[in-house]
T-cell receptor, first 109, second 112 residues
Framework: GQQVMQIPQYQHVQEGEDFTTYCNSS?????IQWYKQRPGGHPVFLIQ?????EVKKQKRLTFQFGEAKKNSSLHITATQTTDVGTYFC?????????FGTGTRLKVLA | DSGVTQTPKHLITATGQRVTLRCSPR?????VYWYQQSLDQGLQFLIQ???????AKGNILERFSAQQFPDLHSELNLSSLELGDSALYFC???????????FGPGTRLTVL
């Protein structure tokens, strides 16, 4: 079945350092979504990418969709303690979205 | 506040029991999803409903069942509970099956 893997599983960074998480799908995706889940919270939608090679920015966050539409990345510039949480990518399967394994980010002040 | 409500927030019960989790989607959303998240784990898709009809089924156990009612709220029924069923259960809703999902605060189920 379709799988969506994310690496790394965990990442500890010093505040101010950059952070990147990668999402890889076993099949081509029509679109990809990213969600953030704060500790003790629920997933919150961040963005959806649709076009091959698409790049979108939200302040310090940069999202990319690969040319082959099988991978995506989320890059955070100059992390802050508010960036702590787990970042999930999600891709469409048959009538549903499949969530990636998630990358847990810890930011050390 | 996502607009999705889930009740109860916490549920503590014993093995072998049956519980019902309830979800009210955002106004206007026709699609409801149920997910299970065990401690420090990812989101496991259980089932999706769209406008009252089952649309997709994931890794949902036979002991679990769900439905979406005419007013679009949904219930997830968990029976013959086992210790391993202890988890956070999230409900999410979206306008259709392709849009962003809005998650509720979750129901934390503890099976003793």
């Amino acid at each position: 079945g379709q799988q969506v893997m994310q690496i790394p599983q965990y990442q500890h960074v010093q505040e101010g350092e950059d952070f990147t998480t990668y999402c890889n799908s076993s099949t081509t995706l029509s679109n990809i979504q990213w969600y953030k889940q704060r500790p003790g919270g629920h997933p919150v939608f961040l963005i959806q990418l649709v076009k091959s090679g698409e790049v979108k920015k939200q302040k310090r966050l940069t999202f990319q969709f690969g040319e082959a539409k099988k991978n995506s990345s989320l890059h955070i510039t100059a992390t802050q303690t508010t960036d702590v949480g787990t970042y999930f990518c999600a891709g469409p399967g048959t009538y549903k979205y499949i969530f990636g394994t998630g990358t847990r980010l810890k930011v050390l002040a | 506040d996502s607009g999705v409500t889930q009740t109860p927030k916490h549920l503590i019960t014993a093995t072998g029991q049956r519980v019902t989790l309830r979800c009210s989607p955002r106004s206007g959303d026709l699609s409801v999803y149920w997910y299970q998240q065990s401690l420090d784990q990812g989101l496991q898709f259980l089932i999706q409903y769209y406008n009252g009809e089952e649309r997709a089924k994931g890794n949902i156990l036979e002991r679990f069942s769900a439905q979406q009612f005419p007013d679009l709220h949904s219930e997830l029924n968990l029976s013959s509970l086992e210790l391993g069923d202890s988890a956070l259960y999230f409900c999410a809703s979206s306008v259709s099956g392709d849009n962003e999902q809005f998650f509720g605060p979750g129901t934390r189920l503890t099976v003793l």
